[in-house]
């Protein structure tokens, strides 16, 4: 799994760039992705543009990230590229290079066994046999990864049936994966005049970053790029803190009687519909006091935590979370409840899936 940036010096400056490369890489992040499909159509103009990338990439890849040009077979021609010879790209500081558009299948199959070892991406929102032929022509999936399209667009996003579709196909072929998230509080800045958000996924355009990204991770994306330039500080770093196995929910607490924050649960692996189910907190909160907190059955909303409490015998201490609306009785005891945003989260959470919380505020109980 790994985290990655958007730059685009065509837009903006070396110094804005290089201060960006720099606190991404401080912070763990190990790609960089930018796009050349913006370069001028005159050669000499385009190549002289083409040197305001190869300073950024070096120094990126001195900092330990992989670099990933976008271009299609409309540059190639332009920049008069022989397309069998990849010193240039590597000279360029470039550790992939993603093809925007779909050459023959014969070509990306060639060359995914340069000498350079310089990675081939392809577009990851082709859903066809595009790339079946390549991997059945015998290209070297080492070196063969799929990264999907952002949409700058509003409401031209992927649906969840295309990226889940587009996403089976390239994971039954062994394939590694890249998506793209959108920055909500820093620039939106692209390599085209219009952006209404750098997002794979349509639903994404206005959900905080961290809720991207986790719904990419509990899809099974391997890489989450931020497609916009310059993502805040805080956005960087709540990245950077997400672990990609674990699913992080925000949550409202109403009870101070188990510390939901300082422990990783797991639902159990015979899991059920109606509720995620932890495996360990029986054991962990046994020799707590949990008392009744009313002697009423009550009606919940799904995202509802629960814990059993002294009365359920030797279910007591076990921590819950409602999947749907569901009654209660006086046995389990109501600590708080999963914020609207994150309850998209919860359906991933299957057997032996492991998730935390992580705080929003404290509300009273009502």
């Not at 046994?286 to 629960?306: N, S, Y």
């Not at 009654?327 to 945003?341: A, C, L």
Request: with cysteine; glycine share 8%.
């Amino acid at each position: 799994m790994g985290l990655g940036i958007s730059i685009y010096p065509l837009q903006s400056s070396y110094e804005e760039n290089s201060a960006y490369i720099k606190s991404a890489a401080a912070l763990g992040y190990t790609r960089v992705f930018t796009s050349f499909l913006e370069a001028d159509t005159d050669p000499a103009v385009a190549a002289t543009q083409l040197e305001s990338y190869r300073v950024l990439l070096q120094e990126a890849q001195q900092l330990g990230m992989r670099a990933f040009l976008d271009i299609n077979p409309e540059i190639v021609k332009l920049l008069k590229i022989d397309p069998t010879d990849f010193q240039f790209f590597a000279n360029l500081g470039v550790k992939g290079v993603r093809l925007d558009g779909a050459f023959n299948g014969f070509y990306e199959a060639y060359l995914t066994y340069n000498e350079y070892d310089i990675a081939i991406e392809i577009n990851g929102s082709f859903d066809s046999g595009y790339v079946n032929s390549i991997v059945e022509l015998g290209g070297n999936k080492q070196n063969l990864l799929t990264c999907h399209n952002f949409y700058p667009e509003a409401d031209t996003g992927l649906s969840i049936s295309c990226f889940e579709s587009c996403h089976a196909r390239h994971k039954s072929l062994g394939l590694h994966t890249a998506a793209f998230v959108t920055s909500q509080e820093g620039g939106r800045l692209g390599p085209w005049d219009a952006n209404d958000g750098l997002c794979t996924l349509e639903r994404h355009r206005y959900l905080p970053i961290e809720q991207q990204a986790q719904e990419l991770y509990q899809a099974g994306i391997d890489d989450v790029i931020i497609g916009d330039a310059f993502a805040s500080e805080r956005e960087l770093a709540a990245l950077a803190q997400l672990q990609p196995t674990i699913t992080t929910l925000t949550v409202e607490t109403t009870d101070d009687t188990i510390d939901l924050f300082a422990h990783v649960f797991q639902n159990r692996w015979d899991y059920s519909d109606v509720v995620i189910r932890d495996v360990m907190s029986r054991k962990l909160f046994k020799q707590l006091t949990i008392t009744p907190q009313t002697i009423e059955e009550r009606q919940i909303a799904a995202g509802t935590i629960l814990v059993n409490n002294d009365t359920y015998g030797r279910y007591k201490g076990e921590i819950l979370i409602a999947l749907q609306p569901m009654v209660i009785d006086s046995r389990r005891n109501i600590i708080g409840t999963v914020t609207e945003q994150s309850k998209s989260l919860l359906a991933a959470i299957t057997g032996g899936k492991r998730f935390k919380c992580a705080i929003k505020t404290k509300i009273e109980v009502k």
